[in-house]
């Protein structure tokens, strides 16, 4: 499985953008691959921040971006999605796209695939 994250950038505090993460592979169009994104800043750890399963029935998102940050997916395309709404300078990080086939390893970090991060900057 490969994971290829975009649409990072930079924008002011209040702004919105959308990041999007193309997975392929044989493999993860024959099983059901829970998603996720998770960010690291300069200096800290990479932490979650949302997650959705294979059918979109369950989502979890970080108390930090709850309301502002939207998981979606379209199995159809391979694609997952995180619309960032209202953002703040604390939210500049790299963000990676992660899949696994279990949603609690991949929720809580361990997730077998990852892809190469995006970076977003917020601006004050």
């Known amino acids: 499985v490969q994971l290829q994250a975009s649409g990072g950038g930079l924008v002011q505090a209040g702004g919105s953008l959308r990041l999007s993460c193309a997975a392929s592979?044989?493999?993860?169009?024959?099983?059901?691959?829970?998603t996720g994104w998770f960010r690291q800043a300069p200096g800290k750890e990479r932490e979650f921040v949302a997650a959705?399963?294979?059918?979109?029935?369950?989502?979890d998102y970080a108390d930090s971006v709850k309301g502002r940050f939207t998981i979606s997916r379209d199995n159809a395309k391979n694609m997952v999605y995180l619309q960032m709404s209202s953002l703040k300078p604390e939210d500049t990080a790299v963000y990676y796209c992660?899949?696994?086939?279990?949603?609690?390893?991949?929720?809580?970090?361990?997730?077998?695939?990852w892809g190469k991060g995006t970076q977003v900057t917020v601006s004050s």
């Open positions: 592979g044989r493999t993860f169009t024959s099983y059901s691959y829970a």
């Open positions: 992660a899949a696994d086939t279990s949603y609690a390893t991949m929720r809580y970090g361990g997730a077998d695939y």
């Open positions: 959705i399963t294979w059918g979109g029935r369950s989502i």
